[in-house]
């Protein structure tokens, strides 16, 4: 079972944008509470998607960089990296089949 990496401004290109494999990056923070909503669906994608897709999570107060530089204005945002690209996103609570569409076509 594949756990969630933990991204900072320290690890995001390495983790991110050097990754071999897609990457499903969830942007959140411990105050948000769709975010704390949309946690288990994005730990139940890295353990069914382990060794195809890395699954990561950055919190924006802890990365704040890496959140401007992206330009998330709201929390949760989902952004779907291949290559070291953004291909997609979504913004919001949003079920998990939602997100494995945006997954489908990046493997």
């Known amino acids: 079972m594949s756990a969630v990496v933990e991204v900072d401004d ?16 969830d942007f959140s923070a411990a105050w948000c ?3 704390k909503r ?11 998607y382990d060794g195809r897709l890395k699954v990561a999570h950055l919190d924006i107060d802890k ?3 890496t959140a ?5 204005l709201s929390v949760p945002t989902v952004l779907f990296f291949k290559e070291g690209k953004v291909r997609d996103q979504v913004m919001g609570y949003v079920p998990k089949d939602r997100l494995v569409q945006k997954i489908t076509p990046l493997l």
């Open 10 to 25: 320290a690890n995001f290109r390495d983790e991110v944008l050097l990754s071999k494999v897609p990457v499903l990056l």
């Open 33 to 35: 509470g769709p975010c």
């Open 38 to 48: 949309l946690e288990p669906i994005v730990a139940e994608i890295a353990s069914e």
């Open 63 to 65: 990365a704040q960089a």
């Open 68 to 72: 401007v530089e992206y330009g998330i």
